[in-house]
């Protein structure tokens, strides 16, 4: 897809990430003053607009300014937290207060605390630019035009689109401060902006809608609107004539942007909050095989302009490369401090999500997958939240298309597939390099070897 041009702009924040630090630095001394044994201190403030626009009319305009202060004090193993958005220094003492007060009725926890001081990010490790602050400079008039022109690039494609759910065009910035009372001080800005486009095709009995975006840091890759109105609609359009198929046990083809929902399911499961609770059907599975051996996950905090990038995770702690699965093997849960001394391990840096997980893309594209298939389901939309994480049972709502012969036939609607998580990561049969980047989750297409789907 062609890009966005768009012209970058200055920081529109109202305060300066220096005055969020001397805030930080402020509630810590207080906390200190007033007899905390420890704190933990995060600062932050964001902007956003965001412009609809639906059948050529201007549907919403909306603005977002944003701020808060939250803090988290210990009294040995007693914990208290309290937030404000008044930054003002009585403000933040009253913040303390109430945070003390807290802890001071709480039951205490053994695993409640900071990290061990070794563990956390310092300057010294190096906090070099990652890239994550592109601010867009876009005027309500100019995000109206590129809504605009995504709708109209949609209903220029066929009469066949009859209706629109709108276009819309978001900008998203933000900055925070993260400090606690060892000495551990970080934070930057960062922006995350999108386009996207519902459309429906067809009318009366026969209608199909369907939907795109393209999400980036930096305006500047964010697909053009024309083609992502087109595709969005190319994509409503085929789903017309959509029926349903028999039950059958068939593979089952996920399209990139719902195999990262399954890498989702994955994270969800080797988790330290569902291990430590023992909710989740892959307790105890490190060091054991968990998905296909051709399945190889890494984490890389430390990329550029990535989704999901940065030098700590949300208790301070560094971040670090490493690799998830080898071999279908996992090496290493999600943990934060205090999952991790639930468990009586060390955390892993991920307190708060993972660090742009990337799952290694095999040789064959999308529609080598779909030859590799032969015979089964294509799976481009999931409905319904039919995940249980305890077993690992998998049933979901879906729609898409049946593929016969390594080709789409048809599509379909009003089926669900069914099966086991830890059955479908073991019988993944292969991963597309068709990788789609839209958050924390890198994946291409991901090809399951059998499911059941229960249709008419």
């Not at 759910?165 to 400090?179: H, K, M």
């Not at 994480?389 to 669900?416: C, K, L, M, P, Q």
Request: aromatic share 8%.
């Amino acid at each position: 897809m062609s890009r966005t041009t768009v012209p970058a702009a200055p920081s529109r924040f109202s305060t300066p990430l220096e005055t969020l630090q001397q805030y930080a630095q402020d509630v810590l001394a207080h906390a200190k003053k007033s007899g905390a044994s420890d704190c933990e201190v995060d600062v932050s403030e964001g902007f956003g607009q965001s412009v609809s626009v639906r059948c050529g009319e201007v549907e919403t305009i909306e603005y977002n300014r944003d701020k808060g202060i939250g803090v988290t004090i210990y009294l040995g193993q007693h914990k208290g937290h309290a937030s404000t958005s008044d930054f003002s220094p009585a403000a933040l003492r009253e913040t303390v207060e109430a945070a003390l007060n807290i802890a001071r009725f709480t039951a205490a926890d053994v695993c409640a605390g900071l990290p061990e001081k070794e563990l956390l990010a310092t300057r010294e490790q190096g906090f070099a630019d990652l890239d994550l602050y592109h601010p867009w400079l876009l005027p309500v008039e100019g995000a109206i035009d590129l809504a605009t022109r995504c709708e109209q690039a949609a209903f220029a494609v066929s009469p066949q689109v009859t209706n629109s759910e709108g276009a819309t065009v978001s900008i998203q910035e933000g900055q925070f401060v993260s400090a606690n009372s060892l000495g551990f001080m970080g934070g930057y800005p960062s922006s995350r902006h999108y386009l996207s486009c519902s459309v429906i095709a067809g009318k009366d009995e026969n209608m199909q809608r369907d939907d795109w975006y393209s999400t980036s840091r930096d305006a500047q890759y964010i697909a053009s609107p024309e083609a992502i109105g087109d595709y969005a609609a190319r994509r409503a359009l085929a789903r017309l004539g959509a029926r349903k198929i028999k039950t059958c046990k068939v593979p089952v083809l996920f399209e990139a942007p719902l195999a990262a929902s399954l890498i989702g399911n994955f994270i969800h499961s080797v988790s330290g909050g569902s291990l430590y609770r023992k909710t989740t059907f892959l307790a105890d599975s490190l060091g054991k095989k968990v998905f296909s051996k051709k399945i190889q996950i890494s984490e890389r905090p430390h990329l550029r302009g990535g989704m999901a990038s940065g030098y700590f995770d949300s208790d301070g702690v560094a971040t670090q490369d490493r690799e998830v699965v080898v071999d279908g093997v996992l090496q290493g849960y999600f943990l934060s401090v205090y999952t991790a001394r639930k468990l009586g391990l060390q955390t892993t840096g991920n307190a708060g999500g993972c660090h742009n997980l990337i799952v290694r893309p095999g040789k064959r594209d999308f529609n080598g997958l779909l030859k590799k298939m032969g015979r089964g389901l294509l799976v481009t939309e999931l409905l319904g939240q039919g995940v249980n994480y305890v077993n690992g049972d998998y049933s979901r709502g879906a729609a898409g298309y049946w593929v016969e012969g390594g080709e789409i036939v048809h599509a379909v609607e009003e089926v669900t597939i069914a099966g086991n998580l830890r059955d479908m990561f073991r019988n993944i049969a292969g991963v597309g390099n068709d990788v789609l980047v839209r958050g924390s989750k890198q994946v291409g297409s991901i090809l399951v070897e059998q499911m059941k789907v229960a249709g008419s």
